[in-house]
């Protein structure tokens, strides 16, 4: 029997195709490191984020594949990840961000549509996957990371760089850190200009494969500085069903068309509410399809809807957030699928512009 060679076993993975890039894996470069030792055959699959859904799917079918090759003993699959960064240059003159790969805005157009839950949940989620992820709270005037993750206190400045806290495997950041909780922050445009620019500039966060913004809400100053001075590689908006809440969320996502930030969808947050006692029952409390609607409406993407769970508001006062409190529960298991989701449309963006920086992730077989 011939012994196998390299070009059988890329044959064999070519008919895997990328669901994102609609493309082989092996004409995108994925399949890399191919060692054959009679056999036993061993090779990595390369891909553009570690919170890849297909993850598993891949591993699986690429083993199947290559072992289906007569004189094929042993198969040895070793996914990695070589997260790309969407290429996008800052406004400001100081160097913003430099080790961060992609940056998230999590944003809606009022408060109270639990945004920051969001944000942190879906950071979480990012982390639980291999990725390196800090959170920026940046809603200067109402501060809720340290209630959602019970992380208290100024963090640590050294030589005129400000260390962001590190918990739950984030890397944090808050005004919320630096005032006591009853103390309100009273301050014009120009001070919360420069807050935010600390913030991006002062802040070592070393290198993160994705920082989260938790944007304030609204489109008023701190809103259009951070739009103007990040380099966002994307934005979320997240609403309610209600009418209220979508009129406003239409003009967050306007304000990111108008700084060409690429919009990645729509998220509708406490969307149904099913009691333990009824599993197959689904209560509309806000109203029904208007976070799909508003999607249709205006072009982009509806990316899902977030069951209402009382563990959600009790693991936020708590500093335990549901995809850490309660991971088999339906809200967390839609976090993780909405990083997922998120994360290949920041890698099909950073396909098309020059990548800012990689970073490699290898995870065991």
């Given at each position: ?225 951070l739009t103007q ?43 149904y509410f099913t ?20 999607a249709e409406e ?68």
């Amino acid at each position: 029997m011939p012994p196998v060679t390299e070009s059988a076993v890329l044959d064999a993975l070519r008919p895997i195709v990328d669901p994102d890039f609609g493309k082989s894996i092996v004409d995108l470069g994925f399949v890399k490191n191919i060692r054959i030792d009679g056999a036993r055959i061993a090779f990595d699959i390369e891909l553009t984020t570690p919170a890849c859904p297909v993850k598993e799917e891949f591993q699986r079918t690429a083993r199947e594949r290559v072992a289906a090759l007569a004189g094929v003993e042993e198969v040895a699959v070793t996914m990695t990840a070589n997260t790309r960064g969407r290429a996008v240059k800052p406004q400001a003159e100081t160097e913003v961000l430099p080790g961060v790969r992609n940056t998230l805005a999590v944003a809606s157009g009022k408060g109270g549509v639990g945004k920051s839950t969001v944000a942190l949940n879906l950071a979480l989620s990012l982390a639980r996957s291999g990725a390196a992820v800090g959170v920026l709270d940046a809603d200067v005037y109402g501060p809720s990371l340290p209630l959602l993750t019970g992380v208290h206190g100024r963090p640590r400045a050294e030589e005129r760089r400000i260390h962001p806290h590190e918990a739950m495997g984030l890397k944090l950041m808050s005004m919320g850190f630096f005032i006591d909780d009853n103390s309100p922050v009273i301050w014009r445009g120009p001070m919360v200009h420069g807050l935010i620019r600390q913030f991006l500039t002062d802040v070592n966060w070393g290198e993160l494969d994705y920082l989260v913004i938790d944007m304030p809400p609204g489109t008023g100053d701190a809103a259009l500085t951070l739009t103007q001075m990040a380099p966002l590689s994307g934005a979320l908006i997240v609403t309610t069903a209600n009418d209220l809440s979508l009129i406003d969320a239409r003009k967050g996502l306007k304000m990111f068309e108008k700084v060409n930030v690429p919009v990645l969808g729509i998220i509708e947050n406490m969307s149904y509410f099913t009691p333990p006692d009824l599993p197959d029952r689904k209560y509309r409390i806000f109203g029904e399809g208007g976070g799909k609607r508003t999607a249709e409406e205006l072009g982009v993407a509806f990316l899902g809807e977030i069951p209402i769970d009382p563990r959600i508001v009790e693991g936020g006062d708590k500093g335990r957030p549901i995809v850490l409190d309660a991971p088999d529960s339906e809200a967390a298991r839609v976090f993780v699928q909405l990083a997922g989701v998120v994360a290949r449309k920041l890698a099909v963006l950073a396909e098309t512009t020059p990548a800012i920086a990689d970073a490699n992730i290898t995870w065991v077989s």
